[in-house]
């Protein structure tokens, strides 16, 4: 017998499984968190440089010219893998706990 936890995730999850699963979805709902982390971590980086906590680092970073859009164009690609593995993955686990729910369910019902 299934809780009624288990039932609404049933419900739940019959009606928004077609449209979690999209790589559309999951791209647009996983990449605010995914830039967000990105952009801390350059953040972080630039002040590291700036405080010459590795003087070796901001040598290269006053030579190079083209660092800011290297550097940004790492951190948008590392937002795109990042939010679609972790949505994906997401969205993997509901699938299964929802099996797991309608073979639970199916067996009840025998």
Not at 47 to 54: E, Q, R, S
Not at 85 to 103: A, D, G, I, Q, S
């Amino acid at each position: 017998m299934l809780t009624q936890k288990e039932e609404t995730f049933l419900k739940y999850w019959e009606a928004n499984r077609v449209r979690q699963g999209r790589t559309g979805y999951q791209l647009l709902t996983g990449l605010p968190f995914a830039l967000l982390c990105g952009f801390a971590y350059w953040g972080l980086m630039e002040l590291l440089v700036y405080l010459n906590a590795f003087p070796r680092a901001g040598m290269k970073f006053n030579a190079a010219s083209t660092y800011g859009n290297t550097i940004f164009i790492g951190v948008v690609i590392f937002a795109i893998v990042f939010s679609l593995l972790t949505k994906k993955f997401k969205w993997e686990n509901r699938e299964n706990v929802y099996k797991e729910f309608l073979l639970k369910q199916t067996k009840n019902q025998n």
